[in-house]
């Protein structure tokens, strides 16, 4: 997935997008913490994961 791809999600209130899977998507979204410019870092990777972990898309095993 590329910028665009995520600044989607953000835009369609960090829903999950059709087709993919949180297993699909979280190892990249995960990588989006560690960079350094802040809209990546904040407004993508910080914001959607976020917002998937207190919207309980996430089982007790994958948050472990």
Do not use: H
Not at 42 to 58: F, H
């Amino acid at each position: 997935m590329d910028r665009i791809f995520w600044q989607n999600v953000v835009t369609n209130d960090c829903k999950l997008p059709d087709g993919y899977t949180i297993s699909d998507l979280t190892p990249e979204l995960t990588c989006y913490l560690g960079v350094t410019d802040p809209v990546e870092r904040d407004e993508i990777g910080y914001s959607v994961l976020s917002r998937w972990i207190i919207n309980g898309l996430y089982t007790p095993d994958e948050m472990r």
